[in-house]
């Protein structure tokens, strides 16, 4: 049974970082991303990463600023956020596939099969 389980999520004021971790279960070495949904918006994308570490994929509004990373060992992909903006409250979402992904589908949400409940990051101004 796959479980993704996200953690590190919280407050942070405007400019601060923050360092999410998802701990994947039932998975080994699959393509994982991260997401964020913000109140009464769509899920988009925010970042990913291949399943050997060596490629990852990030939207423009995170690059520069975040960085997604893999420990290959712990099962565990991580995404560190820096230089966080309000606009960027959200609840974000770790997720995996059973395929590869590519600059074609990584920011896509249908290309992953299995998502973690999500977890809250609120940045006050």
């Known amino acids: 049974q796959v479980q993704l389980v996200e953690t590190g999520g919280g407050l942070v004021q405007a400019g601060g970082s923050l360092k999410l971790s998802c701990s994947a279960s039932?998975?080994?070495?699959?393509?994982m991303g991260w997401f964020r949904q913000a109140p009464g918006k769509k899920r988009v994308f925010v970042a990913a990463?291949?399943?050997?570490?060596?490629?990852?994929f990030y939207a423009d509004s995170a690059k520069g600023r975040f960085t997604i990373s893999r420990d290959m060992f712990k099962n565990t992909i991580y995404l560190q956020l820096n230089s966080l903006k309000p606009e960027e409250t959200a609840i974000y979402y770790c997720?995996?596939?059973?395929?590869?992904?590519?600059?074609?589908?990584?920011?896509?949400?249908?290309?992953?099969?299995?998502w973690g409940q999500g977890i809250q990051v609120t940045v006050s101004s």
């Open positions: 039932g998975l080994t070495s699959n393509p």
């Open positions: 990463i291949t399943g050997t570490g060596t490629i990852t």
């Open positions: 997720a995996a596939t059973s395929g590869n992904i590519n600059s074609l589908n990584a920011r896509e949400m249908d290309e992953y099969d299995f």
